[in-house]
């Protein structure tokens, strides 16, 4: 595997379901970042870590909670989602604190029942 | 409130004609700009970015221009190829904020034969 890759690539669920979106990069970064893309809305920020480390939380809701083990793994855990959540949620990894440098994942698009 | 704004949802032009892609920004802060490119089922990836020192950069068929004083900035594509059809997103960061990049809505180009 090269790049960021993101699993599950297409993710249903309900509202009363726990579920959780992994974000793998083998690129040798220290910084990894969540973003949420909703139709019609800019590509928004949620998380970012520098070396396994939460350096901003951009006023997600606590349904949303990150891991991040080591800087090549994050995690999206999802509990008691709204269907308003239903977006394409992108991964990113670049050098630390260098945003500039970003390299995005595929995505994964999550459907709220 | 948005701080990087794409004003065209939408854009088409021919095959071979110059593409133009235009973004403003309100903050006066930003210091540092990007273009990224989007393919459907794939995430962002880098085009090319300017400083704010400079007011024009260009990387073989694209060149991105930079207005500090209307705040402003625009991505030309010259000539244009179908491979150009994606959605291009604007995006900026802050002095001496790095790890943090805002992106605009973007703008759907489509390259008609």
């Known amino acids: 595997e090269t790049g960021v890759t993101q699993t599950p690539r297409h993710l249903v669920m309900g509202m009363t379901n726990k579920k959780s979106l992994k974000c793998e990069q083998h690129?040798?970064?220290?910084?990894m970042y969540w973003y949420k893309q909703s139709a019609k809305k800019p590509l928004e920020l949620m998380f970012v870590?520098?070396?396994?480390?939460?350096?901003e939380n951009n006023s997600v809701p606590s349904r949303f909670s990150p891991e991040c083990p080591n800087s090549s793994h994050l995690f999206l855990h999802l509990h008691t989602l709204q269907p308003e959540d239903s977006a394409l949620y992108l991964c990113?990894?670049?050098?630390?604190?260098?945003?500039?440098?970003?390299?995005f994942g595929p995505g994964t698009r999550l459907t709220v029942l | 409130d948005q701080q990087v704004k794409q004003n065209s949802p939408s854009l088409s032009v021919q095959e071979g004609r110059i593409s133009i892609l235009n973004c403003d920004y309100t903050?006066?802060?930003?210091?540092?700009f990007l273009w990224y490119k989007k393919y459907p089922a794939e995430g962002p990836t880098f085009l090319i970015s300017?400083?704010?020192?400079?007011d024009k950069n260009e990387d073989g068929r694209f060149t991105v221009f930079l207005n500090k004083s209307a705040k402003h900035l625009s991505l030309h594509i010259v000539p244009s190829q179908p491979g150009d059809s994606a959605v291009y997103f604007c995006?900026?960061?802050?002095?001496?904020?790095?790890?943090?990049?805002?992106f605009g809505k973007g703008t759907r180009l489509h390259i008609l034969p």
């Open positions: 990113a990894s670049s050098q630390a604190n260098r945003a500039d440098t970003q390299y």
């Open positions: 690129l040798g970064h220290n910084a």
């Open positions: 870590y520098n070396f396994k480390e939460q350096t």
């Open positions: 903050n006066s802060m930003f210091d540092y």
């Open positions: 300017i400083s704010s020192i400079k």
């Open positions: 995006a900026a960061s802050l002095k001496n904020r790095d790890d943090k990049i805002i």
